[in-house]
């Protein structure tokens, strides 16, 4: 997917991605404008947090470009209801993370969001993030749960989940995450190598637990590592 902007404002940069309708979801504009991408791309690069690109974070990390934050909760929208419970893998800035919480805690619901990062700093720099952007309440309140584990695994003791975001390239679909499905699910997984063509792939787990998987698009991620400190 390629799409490129560029704005002063977080507001106008959320405005011209749902001109060029990569959100059309009025819930997902919303959530994307009360999370202010300045306070996810380090301070070094404040002056390009409304450039639609990813943008270095370290650790050989990305924050996604805003179009595939729009395209992410746009195909996710109707799994991220009020009340959810979902998780996000490879959670890095926060950003991803923040949008599904307030999405799934609309109207005071208890809805939860699970962010999975393996990078320990990167992990407490989103938290720090997060508290920049006004949101410590999302953690205080248990609404956003952040935790450093690997996204190979998942988090079993918190499953299901309603909707599963992972924001690196696997290889293969992650099968713990798959299981971790609940029936009626969604999960958008990058596929692929990093040499290779990657494809966001959905994954649906219908209500009597037959999985069906779809191309949507060819995208491009950083790697969902295998030879994490967990394994
Ligand atoms: N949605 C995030 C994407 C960050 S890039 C954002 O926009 O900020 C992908 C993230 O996946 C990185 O932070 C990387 O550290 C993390 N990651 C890579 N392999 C992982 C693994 N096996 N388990 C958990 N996180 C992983």
Redesign the pocket.
């Known amino acids: 997917m390629a799409y490129t902007c560029s704005a002063s404002t977080n507001a106008d940069m959320i405005h011209l991605l749902g001109v060029a309708r990569l959100w059309t979801s009025a819930r997902v504009g919303q959530a994307m404008n009360r999370t202010d991408r300045e306070h ?1 791309v380090g301070r070094d690069n404040a002056s390009v947090a409304y450039v639609d690109r ?1 943008i270095g ?1 370290g ?6 470009a805003p179009h ?2 729009a395209i ?1 909760l746009q195909e996710l929208e109707p799994w991220l209801t009020p009340g959810a419970n979902v998780l ?10 923040v949008a599904m919480a307030m999405m799934v805690s609309e109207g005071n619901a208890a809805g939860r969001c699970v962010a ?4 320990e700093p ?1 992990m407490r720099q ?1 938290m720090l993030n997060i508290r920049a952007d006004g949101k410590q309440s999302l953690m205080d309140n248990g609404t956003l749960v952040l935790l450093t ?5 998942g988090v079993p003791s918190l499953a299901p989940f309603d909707a599963i ?1 992972v ?2 390239a696997a290889v293969e679909i992650p099968q713990a995450l798959v299981s971790q499905l609940k029936p009626g699910g969604k999960m958008v997984v990058p596929v692929g190598a990093q040499d290779q063509g990657q494809v966001l792939t959905e994954v649906v787990k219908d209500h009597m637990g037959k999985v069906t998987t779809r191309s949507l698009m060819g995208v491009r ?6 030879s ?1 400190p ?1 394994e």
Do not use: K, N
């Not at 650790?59 to 996604?64: A, E, K, L, Q, W």
């Not at 959670?91 to 991803?96: A, I, R, T």
């Open positions: 996810y990813p974070i650790h050989g990390v990305t924050i996604s595939m934050h992410m996000d893998v490879g959670s890095g800035s926060g950003y991803l993370s999975l990062e393996y990078i990167l989103s584990g690997d996204g190979w695994a975001h924001g690196a991620f950083v790697p969902l590592v295998r994490s967990f």
